[in-house]
T-cell receptor, first 115, second 114 residues
């Protein structure tokens, strides 16, 4: 299957700082990228969908000013958690798909811990 | 063994037995479904998919069944192995304004007993 690389895999940051997570599709062009959040022993919750060159579409309840998403190219999307707080600690996962009716491939996930 | 993804989130099976993991989806307009396997601390891994114009699809040791009438999906794993131990999610592709988004079910933790 196609490869999606997510970086960093783990990050610890201080409360009030911002953290950027990168998601890259390595061997295909991703017209759409998704960002999910996952709490322990729970399912993946879709946060937002981004299409290359356009603004991200956020799911209800997700603060777009707090979770900034940029999809600048067909192979890169970034999620920036701004002014992070301990309650933002979670496992963040990106995925990418080439076409809208094909499988999405997932990155390895980023474990964010805000202290 | 069998499980219902929403009500019985854990399933234990003996090595070599067949496993059946169930999933109920909510949106009748969903047209594409995917099963993913997630190991601890990793991102989901694609297993098999099925489109809404099919009711069965087979892969290597896995079969997905789709019943659109009752909005139900199942994943069958033949001759379950210890390496199959993981959490399994079904995902439905929902057509929304301007996008097709993937939404995940609750998940079922499969434990294979050697």
């Amino acid at each position: 299957g196609a490869v999606v690389s997510q970086h960093p895999s783990r990050v610890i940051c201080k409360s009030g700082t911002s953290v950027k997570i990168e998601c890259r599709s390595l061997d295909f062009q991703a017209t759409t990228m998704f960002w999910y959040r996952q709490f322990p022993k729970q399912s993946l919750m879709l946060m937002a969908t981004s299409n290359e060159g356009s603004k991200a579409t956020y799911e209800q309840g997700v603060e777009k000013d707090k979770f900034l998403i940029n999809h600048a190219s067909l192979t890169l999307s970034t999620l920036t958690v701004t002014s992070a707080h301990p309650e933002d600690s979670s496992f963040y996962i990106c995925s990418a798909r080439q076409d809208k009716n094909t499988e999405a491939f997932f990155g390895q996930g980023t474990r964010l811990t805000v202290v | 063994g069998e499980s219902v993804g929403l009500h019985l989130p854990t399933l234990s099976v003996q090595e070599g037995d067949n496993s059946i993991i169930n999933c109920a989806y909510s949106n009748s307009a969903s047209d594409y479904f995917i099963w993913y396997k997630q190991e601890s601390g990793k991102g989901p891994q694609f297993i098999i998919d099925i489109r809404s114009n099919m009711d069965k699809r087979q892969g290597q040791r896995v079969t997905v069944l789709l019943n659109k009438t009752v909005k139900h999906l199942s994943l069958q794993i033949a001759a379950t192995q210890p390496g199959d131990s993981a959490v399994y999610f079904c995902a439905e592709n929902r057509r929304q304004t301007g996008a097709n988004n993937l939404f995940f079910g609750t998940g079922t933790r499969l434990t294979v007993i050697p």
